[in-house]
């Protein structure tokens, strides 16, 4: 499990470590972390030019302590100071060590540059001269390392306000900070690489985290010699209208090729066709009005893909919203469900799976904001509504209070094209039904889709039927341990 921490925390982490060692110890092992890892891209340290964008507070420090290093070494280093002041022990070191300092020139020479503009002390969008200089080393040949954060990066939350600097490494001191692993700041972030400073016994519970393939394949359920189909887990797929039909196959696809025991879609004469053309293994009941009760005995359901929105949709969201099960409400269903948000007052677990302007219609905000604090967003939608929310879009994101929110790192730009959603609402249903908790279904479901979207695609367009095709080969490459 990968985890991570707010500006807040990592500050607090740092006082209690600090309070035992020599002043400017911390600072020494970010330094040396950070020189490291320039060096390691350099390849040759010896003669290359590093330019280093230096503001006024300590992130600036670790960028001319690591440029002390990498001078003592032979590099050819130059400073541009951004603030009015800068870390002075620091900038004595530099020069002590054979470095100077430069004007914005320099950018345009350098072989690597180091962004120590601002770390998770920021406030705002970044002011100038920061903000030119960010986009500057944007445009400059050279790659940027980003010290500690991406400067114009919220540490805290991923959100760009302005201008910010893209990194091809972070190179991160003591923990990984959430606006690491969250969109926009993911964008910008580049490989994330972390410098042990010592912090670990000091941090407390993480603000976010992300799932590996090894924690993806620890929490999996696996059939045993004892299972059947009724045992392993059976899926109530509630889909598909007589309008829209791809809803139906593609989340009754998902379904199947994520271990679900048995599968029983339930529907209208067109997606029923559809489903049983597509999906023999389907146990399918033809509905002529909106009632589960002839479906027979499901674990967990799926409601919404493709269902229309009008009565027939309420009628089956009120029935299967009444049951004690397991519920996945996605697309059409969360469009009955933010009519009438009743509805999702029960026991039994609830995942919902909106993107961002289905969101925006449950809890009544504007999808902009949503997107630019997908965490805080996801975070009060769960308290509010009392569910697990996994938020679709360039980071999923899943919410369940009070646990640390699921930041998902697999997924490709490639997957936003119509109908993936659904192969996912198949998907974490199937899981759902196994027996996973809703925190665990939503964010092993999405790790698993996003990993077979990238198969699927390896770097071209994809249909979202082959997200489906890929599925069985995310689940052996998180079983082999290559994911
Ligand atoms: N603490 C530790 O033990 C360790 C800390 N470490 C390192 O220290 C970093 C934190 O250092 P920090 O606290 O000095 O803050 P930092 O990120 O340099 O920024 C503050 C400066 O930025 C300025 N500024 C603010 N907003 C701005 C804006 N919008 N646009 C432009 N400027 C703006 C603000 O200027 P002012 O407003 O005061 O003029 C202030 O001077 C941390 O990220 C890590 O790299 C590591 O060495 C490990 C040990
Ligand atoms: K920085």
Redesign the pocket.
Known sequence: MRTAYTADQIRAAEHVLMAGLPPGTLMQRAAAGLAAACAGLLGRVYGSRVVL?V?SGD?GGD?LYAGERLARRGARVEAILAGSRAHEAGLAALLRAGGRVAGPGALTRADLIM?????IGVSGALREPYAGLAEEANAARAPVV??????GVDASTGRVQGAA?RALV?VTMGAVKTGLLVDPGAGHAGRVELVDIGLGPCLPDPDVAALTGGDVDDLLPRPGKESDKYRRGVLGVLAGSDLYTGAAVLAVGGALRAGAGMVRYAGPAEPVAQVRAAWPEAVITLLDRPSIKDVGRVQAWVLGPGLGTGDWAHELAAQVLGTGLPVLVDADGLTVVARDRSLLRRAAPTLITPHAGELARLIRAERADIEAARLQHARAAAAELGVTVLLKGSTTVVAEEPRPVRVNPTGTSWLATGGTGDVLSGVAGALLAQGLGAYDAGSCAAYLHGLAGRLAADGAPLAAADVATALPAAFRAVAAGGA
Request: hydrophobic share 45%; proline share 6%.
């Open positions: 964008l503001g992130n960028a962004d120590g503009l601002v770390g980003a010290v500690d954060v991406p400067s600097v972070t």
